[in-house]
Every structure is written in structure tokens, then in C-alpha cells.
């Protein structure tokens, strides 16, 4: 999927996982079309007043900035920033084209590049200083139309997860410490690895609110004449996606990948026998792969000479192929194919003409059971707590953390200094919209005081 770089913390994306990326991409921008997003393309350069000028949107994120400070052996008069993201990038000029009510709403998004020069460790496709994302940035005259979208958006990041990469993730909204700084709220999509107990983002949607109007001057005439500020949200899901399907349906034979996101969703594997008729059985091969195609699914032939058909198998296994399909001279005889699970490894005999059929059947309950078996592995980590101790021991049990919280910031930051260690601390990944029952007079697991909400609490990557 990938190959390692020179340079620490970028690498590259090899075939496997561009097809990957780009069959999740040909979903999201279709059902962003038809919400009336237009395509755009912004510069990757950004001057450093431009940048600055959202204070508390940056300032926490400063040293993460990439820079370029020459041309050739000049230095440049000013330094000229990398996009790590876009905001500042396109608000002056959101200011410039919205003039009257009749520019709005404005919907633009774009598919590209940014680059974080994070420090802590770089990990592929979770953690790379330079990733692929899409970025949407919409503006609104009203606060309605920004909520609405914010929360539509936030479902498609849920189908992106759930029914293309069979990951489960919950829908929620950050603390006000963990939100996106330069926003009014921020909510997200929540996943999880029962493996190393860790919570990740898997996509944001913010509300900017207002505060990103004030700063770039980005104002309209209602209908009455009145000159009012716009409302505008921000959204956006990486290349990080691909990595949390890894890891969460990858076994010890390789990856496993659902089938919606498979760039081969089945390999025809021709097995020769001594004296068998090799041509027949390759021509076998051939027609099933040409009928599959034609119906819409990704096969593939894998008819090498220079490989055992049993060192295929294990290859494609690796590569998280959902079907294998082989045919020998007995398939051939009885008109059959014999087609292996990736997921489970069951083996079945279906008649070639059942071939297409079967296949669908068999691909949707590959797709169906990735998440199912994921969601009950990451249910069987939530635990819900009341105190501090079950809290502790919860945490070292690398569990998902569902805690009545009195939703206070001065709490939040408590419990991460109380939770520091080379594991990382404790933090809040989200307060699920789908709220379990909150018993008045339930305290806070950390302060004691009042329980506002349950949130889930956990390490994160
Ligand atoms: O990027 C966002 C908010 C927003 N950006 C646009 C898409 C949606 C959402 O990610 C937050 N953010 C994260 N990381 C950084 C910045 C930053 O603004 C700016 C400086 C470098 C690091
Ligand atoms: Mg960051």
C-alpha cells in the first residue's frame, strides 16, 4: 500500500491504496454534489499575516507550520507558508465574492494536499506530515442552514466509515477543549481499536459560527438592505481513514478489506493439474472474470506461470482480497467454481451459472459481517463507569469510557494531568448525540459535582 520516504513522516501511496482512496473519494464527492458543493482549487502557499490573522485558530498550532523561506539560493523577503489547512487561504476571498444574499449560500470544497509538521511519532496514514483530505467550507446567511449542514455532512463522514469501510464510529459533539479553536462547535465521528484501546478522530464537522466573518470581513445585504455577518462551518475526513480500516479488520494473514473499498473484490485463480487441460481451465478462468466484470465487479485473473497456486492464494490473502475463486479440472468438469471467504475462510461449490449472483450475495455478506464483527468487538470495550477508581481501572483495561462528566473544562485538563504517562493521557473523544439515561444526582466520575452529560473518555491516537 505504501512505501517509506526519505523524509520522516511522509510516504508513498502506492496503487493499493490510492484505489482505496479513490473509490471512497467517487462516493463523498458524489453526495457532496448533490448537496450543491462546487469544485475548487486554493494555492498551497499562505503569507504569514494571512495566516496569523485567525489568532486562537493558530496560535496552539504554530510549530506545525512548514515554511519556505528561499528560491534557489535567494531567501524570499518574506516567508510564505504551507497550507495546513485552508481557512485563511479562502476567507479573503470569500469576503471579496459575497456581496448580497444572492451570493449565498456559498459551498466550495476541495480535494488536495496539507502539511502538519507534527512531531510525535509518524505512523502511516494515521500520523504523516503531509496527507490527502477533502476540505469543505461553506457559508450561510443563517445559523439554521449552518447546524443543518454541519449534521448532514456528519452522516455522510458515518457512511464513509460504516458502510464503504465497515468501521463502526460514534457521532458526537467535542468539549470545548477539544474543539476546533477557531469554531463556534465542533462535532465528529468517533472510532476505536480494541487492539491498543485507543480512540481516533475519524472526520470533523465544525460550526465556525460567526468568528471567522469577523475576522476576514465577510458580510452581506440581507433582502431588507441590512449588512449582516455570514455563518459558515468547515469539514473534512483524510487519508487517516485507510489506516483505521487496517487496523481494524487486518489479521494475521494481512489485511482484510470490505468489499466496497476492495480495488479487487475477487481474484480467479486457475488451478493446472498434471496432464488436466491447462487452456480449457484458463479459458475458464477468463469467462468468469470477463462475466463478473461485466456485471459491475472487480475481478481480476491471476493466471502466472512463475507461481503455485497455493503461493497465490497466500499472496492475495495478504492484500485482503474478499473472494478467491479457483477452478480445476473437476470445477471445469462439474460446471462449478469453488469460491473462499476471506473473512471467514469457508469455502463453497457454485455453479458457473450462478457465478454473478452468488458472487453479490457472498460480497454483501462480507461487507455486512466486517461490521458487524467490528461493532461487537468495539462494544464489548465500552464500559460505563461512575468513580474515579472504576475509571482507573477501566483505563488500564484499555476500554472505550462512558463517564458522567459535569462537563467543565478545568475537570477535562484535571484528568489529563492525572492521567499522564508514556501511554498518553486520558481525554475526552466525544459527547455521543445518543445520549444513555442521566439519573438526576449522578456526580461527576472526576469532580464530584453534578453530572451535565455522559462522554466518552479513553486514550487516543
Ligand atoms: O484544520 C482545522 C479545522 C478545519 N480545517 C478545514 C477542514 C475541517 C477542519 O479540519 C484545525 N487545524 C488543525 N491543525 C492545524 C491547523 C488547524 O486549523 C492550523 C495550523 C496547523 C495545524
Ligand atoms: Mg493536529
Known sequence: MIE???????????????????????????????????????????????????????????????WVTKSGKSDLEAPIAIRPTSETVMYPYFSKWIRSHRDLPLKCNQWCNVVRWEFSNPTPFIRSREFLWQEGHTVFATKEEADEEVLQILELYRRIYEEFLAVPVSKGRKSEMEKFAGGLYTT???????????????????????????????????????????????????????GVMIMTHGDDKGLVLPPKVAPIQVIVIPVPFKDADTTAIK???????????????????????????????????????????EIGPKDLANKQVRIVRRDNGTKVDIPSTDLVEQVRVLLDGIQANLLETAKAKRDACIVSISTWDEFIAALNDKKLILAPWCDEEEVEKDVKARTKGELGAAKTLCTPFDQPDLPSGTVCFASGKPAQKWSFWGRSY
Not at 207 to 218: E, R, S, T, V
Not at 220 to 237: D, H, L, P
Open 4 to 66: 517509506y520516504y526519505d523524509i520522516s513522516g511522509c510516504y508513498i501511496l502506492r496503487p493499493w491504496a490510492m484505489e482505496i482512496w479513490e473509490l471512497l473519494k467517487e462516493f463523498f464527492d458524489a453526495e457532496i454534489k448533490k448537496l450543491k458543493l462546487k469544485p475548487y482549487y486554493f494555492p498551497l502557499f499562505v503569507t504569514e499575516n494571512v495566516l496569523q490573522k485567525e489568532k486562537d485558530h493558530i496560535e496552539g498550532f504554530a510549530p506545525e507550520v512548514a
Open 188 to 242: 465528529s465521528v468517533e472510532a476505536f481499536i480494541p487492539n491498543t484501546g485507543r480512540g481516533i478522530q475519524g472526520a470533523t464537522s465544525h460550526c465556525l459560527g460567526q468568528n471567522f466573518a469577523k475576522m476576514f470581513d465577510i458580510t452581506f445585504e440581507n433582502e431588507k438592505g441590512e449588512r449582516s455577518m455570514v455563518w459558515q462551518n468547515s469539514w473534512a475526513y483524510t487519508t487517516r481513514s485507510i
Open 283 to 325: 479459458g475458464a478462468c477468463e469467462s468468469a472474470v470477463y462475466t463478473l466484470n461485466e456485471a459491475g465487479i472487480r475481478a481480476d485473473l491471476d493466471a502466472r506461470e512463475n507461481y503455485s497456486p497455493g503461493w497465490k492464494y497466500s499472496q492475495w490473502e495478504m492484500k485482503g482480497v474478499p473472494l478467491r475463486i
